[in-house]
Nanobody, 123 residues
């Protein structure tokens, strides 16, 4: 599975961005998907995950109520809608695919990773 993340950019605090992660090589409906982020000098951290069907989602406390993960399996794409962005959301965002449809919050559970897309939130 090859994953291509896009949609990052520079936005002011309070603004919104939508990240996309498109897969090639395999259909995604048999994979749980996740978004993670890594800020400079910090470890990669979990942001959100969604089951293969899209019916189950889970979020990090830091983004709950502001971010929404959803997927369109017909388009082989997973999205992360980010609203009410804060400067502390600044990071490189990575999408990842996990074989099997169950969600996970741990990086080690994921089998495939995209290249990352930079999100910068200015104050």
């Amino acid at each position: 599975v090859q994953l291509q993340a896009s949609g990052g950019g520079l936005v002011q605090a309070g603004g919104s961005l939508r990240l996309s992660c498109t897969a090639s090589g395999r259909t995604l409906d048999r994979y749980a998907m996740g978004w993670f982020r890594q800020a400079p000098g910090k470890e990669r951290e979990f942001v959100a995950t969604i089951s293969g069907s899209g019916r189950i989602t889970y979020y990090a406390d830091s983004v709950k109520g502001r971010f929404t993960i959803f997927r369109d399996n017909a388009k082989n794409t997973v999205y992360l809608q980010m609203n009410s962005l804060k400067p502390e959301d600044t990071a490189v965002y990575y999408c990842a695919a996990k074989a099997g449809v169950s969600i996970s919050t741990t990086t080690g559970s994921y089998d495939y990773w995209g290249q990352g897309t930079q999100v910068t939130v200015s104050s």
